[in-house]
């Protein structure tokens, strides 16, 4: 009696110990994903803010421009547009999607080539290229479109370590259970893995 007691408390023991070692590493392997996944959110929100100072550089770079007589209002008009287009656009990064990555990029790329068309007709007037204000502006605004591609490719990183992870087995088996989904790229497509050119170089 005590033998059948003893191997019966130790199958229940087993038992137990298999199932704590089976919640053990559901609890980490979700953990795991959330933490992949919060990774990834941030990492959104620290390309947003790159853009967003580019884009905070606009208004001031357009005033020192509107400053010079018979300045193109045209192009003016054309980096105003592109940057109202560019800061309208907000993405929930929990919900990020391929289609808003490329929507988002695409009005990023417009707006870069709008300050690449100004940059040109800039050319034209010496007198506002030696000034301070233009000057530290220019300096900004590379050291910007620098940022925004190191932070796009550092979302990719960090979305690509969330993706393996959310795909790998049998940690997919957590992720199809709680609904964790792929997180999408920025794709090199068309020179998309590259800062707007902005040339500056006069």
Known sequence: MKKGLIITLGIVGLFILMVFG????????YNGLVTNQEA??????QVENVYQRRSDLIPNLVKVVQGVANFEK?????????RASATQMKIDP???TQDQINKFQQNQQGLGQALGRLMVVVEKY???KATQNFTELQAQLEG???????ERMTFNQVAQTYNVSLRSFPTNIIA???GFTPKPYFKAD?????????DFKF
């Open 22 to 29: 089976i919640v053990s590493w559901g609890i980490g392997s």
């Open 40 to 45: 990834v959110n941030s990492q959104w929100a």
């Open 74 to 82: 045209s192009t003016l008009t054309d980096v105003i547009n592109a």
């Open 94 to 96: 929990k919900n990020l």
């Open 126 to 128: 010496p007198e506002l």
């Open 144 to 150: 910007s479109e620098n940022r925004c591609t190191v």
């Open 176 to 178: 199809g259970m709680f």
């Open 190 to 198: 068309e020179g998309a893995n590259k800062a707007p050119k902005v």
